[in-house]
């Protein structure tokens, strides 16, 4: 089977535990305002096999003992069959796959439950709580992804959830309590990761001749990224 992907990177160390190898997918439905990688949107890219990935994770295995494969993008859920197939001959290499995704195309049928049988870790971005504002910032709502936190939970699959704290946009106290309360009714979540918004992908965006959705917005400062973080945990424990 051949999928279509953008990148690979060989030594990943912020996609999962440990050191992986990082698939990024070409093709994501989501028009993030903050997106730092909009040359993934369409899904034209470079066509590769399932065999093709794996002999060469196999070439450096010896590096990913604490680690294994994650896949990203763009968005993986736009080609499900492909990502399952991945993640199922991975598994029965004993390689732990991590599902790197906004959940946004998730549908709860028999294609789903074949992935979720074949991942071991999910990390969950979840944009913003409030429908309206997720769609405003993302061109669609967030009902499917919030399902599909929901349906992980219920099948025990570890989460981590990730949030882009973008000021003036997720950054204020009602926007990060919302995000922890509903994180608090997860039990299979292992972690929960902020990241400060920066403009470091406005280049691609000249580059491409596309106008930059947050232009002007400025990079989240220290001190709003400990405050933040404040609110969230706060909001966990409650």
């Known amino acids: 089977m051949t999928g279509y992907i953008h990148s690979i990177e060989s030594f990943g160390t912020v996609d999962g535990p440990g050191v992986r190898f990082v698939v990024f997918f070409q093709g994501c439905p989501l028009r993030c305002a903050y997106c730092h990688n909009p040359d993934t949107w369409e899904r034209r890219g470079t ?8 002999a060469r994770f196999e070439k450096n295995r010896a590096f990913y003992s604490g680690g294994g494969l994650t896949a990203t993008g763009g968005e993986p859920l736009m080609q499900l069959e492909f990502l399952t197939m991945l993640f199922e001959c991975a598994k029965e290499r004993g390689i732990h796959t991590c599902l790197d995704t906004s959940g946004a195309l998730f549908r709860e049928n028999k294609a789903y439950e074949r992935l979720a049988d ?7 971005d979840i944009k913003h709580m409030d429908p309206a504002a997720h769609c ?3 061109g669609v709502d967030n009902e499917r992804i919030l399902e599909f936190a929901r349906y992980l939970d219920r099948r025990h699959i570890p989460l981590w959830i990730r949030h882009v704290v973008v ?7 009602a926007s990060l309590t919302a995000l922890g309360r509903f994180t608090a009714t997860l039990s299979s979540v292992q972690a929960v990761e902020l990241l400060p918004y920066h403009t470091l ?16 917005v400025p990079p989240l400062s220290e ?13 966990m424990q409650e």
């Open 47 to 54: 066509p590769v096999t399932v065999e093709e990935l794996l």
């Open 118 to 124: 074949a991942t071991d870790l999910v990390l969950l």
């Open 136 to 138: 405003r910032l993302t």
């Open 167 to 173: 000021p003036g946009i997720t950054d204020d106290d």
């Open 201 to 216: 992908g406005e280049s691609k965006y000249e580059s491409m001749h596309i106008p930059y959705p947050l232009q002007g």
């Open 223 to 235: 001190t709003a990224f400990a405050r933040a973080k404040s609110v969230l945990q706060r909001a």
